[in-house]
């Protein structure tokens, strides 16, 4: 398809860097587990740790299903604006989650990066999907913008959720 054939380069390696952030993020996740564990870390992770894999599990799923080799790009349309609206259904069970979990208070700049920017990722690529029968470049262009958003957002959540770890949680053990 003509209309996708220009992005194949920058979704393999937006998809593959993904990918490999996932299992790194497999890696970090399996040296914290051998911390102790505290009261309500399950539910902080399931807040904080389970979203960056979702986003970056969204980032190379919409790699997937850009560079597979559709008819028409309506048919990818409906499958990437299916992705974003079970995206902005996710987030709001993430919301419900920062909320609920007692093991840390959230700051502004965690909502901003686990609910309010994810959200709004998502909400491009459910708004591009329908945009692109009238505006086809641009919506591919909001897909790409909405796929490193998420690639961003997970790489900046990662880092946090380390950091926290390795400065915060490591003063408290003394």
Do not use: C
Not at 18 to 47: D, M, W
Not at 63 to 84: D, E, Y
Not at 117 to 138: D, E, K, N, Q
């Amino acid at each position: 398809m003509t209309a996708l054939a220009g992005w194949e380069n920058f979704y393999v390696i937006v998809g593959s860097s993904a990918g490999a952030l996932i299992g790194l993020q497999f890696v970090v996740i399996t040296l914290i587990a051998s911390r102790p564990v505290g009261a309500g870390t399950q539910q902080a992770g399931e807040a904080f740790a389970t979203p960056t894999i979702v986003h970056f599990s969204a980032v190379l799923l919409l790699s997937s299903i850009i560079n597979a080799p559709w008819q028409h790009l309506h048919s990818a349309a409906v499958v990437w604006g299916a992705l974003g609206m079970i995206g902005i259904v996710y987030e709001v069970v993430v919301f419900r989650r920062m909320r609920t979990q007692s093991a840390y208070s959230p700051e502004l700049e965690d909502w901003m990066f686990h609910v309010v920017l994810p959200l709004a990722a998502y909400a491009t690529l459910t708004g591009s999907a329908y945009a692109i029968r009238s505006a086809a470049s641009g919506s591919l262009f909001a897909v790409a913008a909405a796929a490193l958003a998420l690639l961003f957002i997970a790489i900046h959540n990662a880092w946090d959720a380390v950091t926290y770890h390795i400065f915060v949680n490591k003063g408290e053990q003394k």
